[in-house]
T-cell receptor, first 116, second 114 residues
Framework: NAGVTQTPKFRVLKTGQSMTLLCAQD?????MYWYRQDPGMGLRLIHY???????AKGEVPDGYNVSRLKKQNFLLGLESAAPSQTSVYFC???????????????FGPGTRLTVL | AQTVTQSQPEMSVQEAETVTLSCTYD???????LFWYKQPPSRQMILVIR??????QNATENRFSVNFQKAAKSFSLKISDSQLGDAAMYFC???????????FGTGTSLTVIP
C-alpha cells in the first residue's frame, strides 16, 4: 500500500515550458487536492477534485490546469511555466467514508519545481 | 474563506521540556474539524492530532495534546517531553464539516535544543 505518490520528485523548467505533475493514490479515496507550499505562506490550494471527472478551483488556480480521468490519478499541468510558479507542490487525498467523520488528508512526498 | 493564523513563526524548546504552539481561526460555522500536521525536513506531511468542534474533550495522542477553546476560536498544540525528532514545521488546518477545502496556517518552525 503506497498511499499517495507524486511524480517527479524534482524538476527544473525554463520559463515558457510546460509540464505535468502526476499524483496517484491507492486508497480508493474520492477527494484529491493539489497545493503549493511557499516560504512563510503555508499550503495554498490550487485545484481539487471531489470525484472522477470533476475538478474545482482553489485559492490560487491561475496558471494551472488539472484533470481527473481516473479515480486514482490527479494530474496538475503547467502550460507555460513562470518563475512565480517555483514552489513545492503537494498532492493529497481523502476519503468520503461516512464512518470516519474526520476524513483527514493524506499527503504525497511533494515535488520541488524550479522555473528559471 | 476561512482564515487560520499561527502567530509564532519560530519556537524553540529544550529537550524533555514542554512547548505550546498557538493557532487561531476565523469561522462562522458551528461544526468543523481542526488538525495539526507535522512537516519534518523530509518534507512529508504527517497528521499529529485532530479535533472535532462538537467534542468538548480535548484530543490527546501520546505526548501531543490540544487545548481547544471553541468560543475563543483557539486550537493550541502542546508537546510534552519534547524529543529531538519533534523538530519540524507544524501546520494548523481547518475544515468545515460541510466543506471540501482545508485551510492551513502559515506554520511554526519548532527547534528542539539538546
Amino acid at each position: 500500500n503506497a498511499g499517495v505518490t507524486q511524480t517527479p520528485k524534482f524538476r527544473v523548467l525554463k520559463t515558457g515550458q510546460s509540464m505535468t505533475l502526476l499524483c496517484a493514490q491507492d486508497m480508493n479515496h474520492e477527494y484529491m487536492y493539489w497545493y503549493r507550499q511557499d516560504p512563510g505562506m503555508g499550503l495554498r490550494l490550487i485545484h481539487y477534485s471531489v470525484g472522477e471527472g470533476t475538478t474545482a478551483k482553489g485559492e490560487v488556480p491561475d496558471g494551472y490546469n488539472v484533470s481527473r480521468l481516473k479515480k486514482q490519478n490527479f494530474l496538475l499541468g503547467l502550460e507555460s511555466a513562470a518563475p512565480s510558479q517555483t514552489s513545492v507542490y503537494f498532492c493529497a487525498s481523502r476519503s468520503l467514508d461516512s464512518l470516519s467523520s474526520y476524513n483527514e488528508q493524506f499527503f504525497g512526498p511533494g515535488t520541488r519545481l524550479t522555473v528559471l | 474563506a476561512q482564515t487560520v493564523t499561527q502567530s509564532q513563526p519560530e519556537m524553540s524548546v529544550q529537550e524533555a521540556e514542554t512547548v505550546t504552539l498557538s493557532c487561531t481561526y476565523d469561522t462562522s460555522e458551528s461544526d468543523y474539524y481542526l488538525f495539526w500536521y507535522k512537516q519534518p525536513p523530509s518534507r512529508q506531511m504527517i497528521l499529529v492530532i485532530r479535533q472535532e468542534a462538537y467534542k468538548q474533550q480535548n484530543a490527546t495522542e501520546n505526548r501531543f495534546s490540544v487545548n481547544f477553546q471553541k468560543a475563543a476560536k483557539s486550537f493550541s498544540l502542546k508537546i510534552s517531553d519534547s524529543q529531538l525528532g519533534d523538530a519540524a514545521m507544524y501546520f494548523c488546518a481547518y475544515r468545515s464539516a460541510l466543506g471540501n477545502q482545508f485551510y492551513f496556517g502559515t506554520g511554526t518552525s519548532l527547534t528542539v535544543i539538546p
